[in-house]
Each structure stands twice: as structure tokens, then as C-alpha cells.
């Protein structure tokens, strides 16, 4: 749920201050892996640092849920 990924904003990345955003936007676990570079600044990610941090951790999370 949004709150998960919340969760992982925070905890995981350190993205504290745009955990709030994806939880407003209703981004879930199964959203999560479809927000695209466009949707990156409506979420808080404004801060170059803070996109790369996010990209990272998506690449994780794919590579993770991969077989």
C-alpha cells in the first residue's frame, strides 16, 4: 500500500520528505514500479540527488523481484 512505500521512501532510501507525496498520490507497491521520469518532480523528487537515490533503489527492487 501507499503506506509501505512510504515506509521504503524513508527507510530504505532516506527519502523522508517525499514519502508524504506518494502516499498523497496513492502510489503502492504495484505503482511504484510504473512512476516514469516525468511523474518524478509531482512526487517531491525535485533534488537531482534525491532522483538518483530513487532510481537506485527501483533498479534494487527490479532486480530483486526478478527470476
Same mark, same amino acid.
Given at each position: 500500500?501507499? $503506506?509501505? @512505500?512510504?515506509d521504503?521512501l $524513508?527507510?530504505?532510501l532516506? &527519502?523522508? +520528505?517525499?514519502?508524504?507525496k506518494?502516499?498523497? +498520490?496513492d502510489i503502492d507497491g504495484k &505503482? &511504484?514500479? +510504473? @512512476? +516514469?521520469q516525468?511523474?518524478?518532480? @509531482? &512526487?517531491?523528487l %525535485? #533534488?537531482l540527488a534525491?532522483? #538518483?537515490?530513487?532510481r %537506485?533503489?527501483?533498479? @534494487?527492487?527490479q532486480h530483486?523481484?526478478?527470476?
Open positions: 500500500d501507499g $503506506k509501505g @512505500v512510504g521504503w $524513508k527507510e530504505e532516506g &527519502l523522508d +520528505e517525499c514519502a508524504t506518494f502516499i498523497e +498520490e &505503482l &511504484l514500479m +510504473e @512512476v +516514469e516525468e511523474d518524478w518532480k @509531482v &512526487l517531491g %525535485q #533534488k534525491n532522483r #538518483k537515490i530513487f %537506485q533503489g527501483l533498479a @534494487v527492487l530483486s523481484s526478478s527470476y
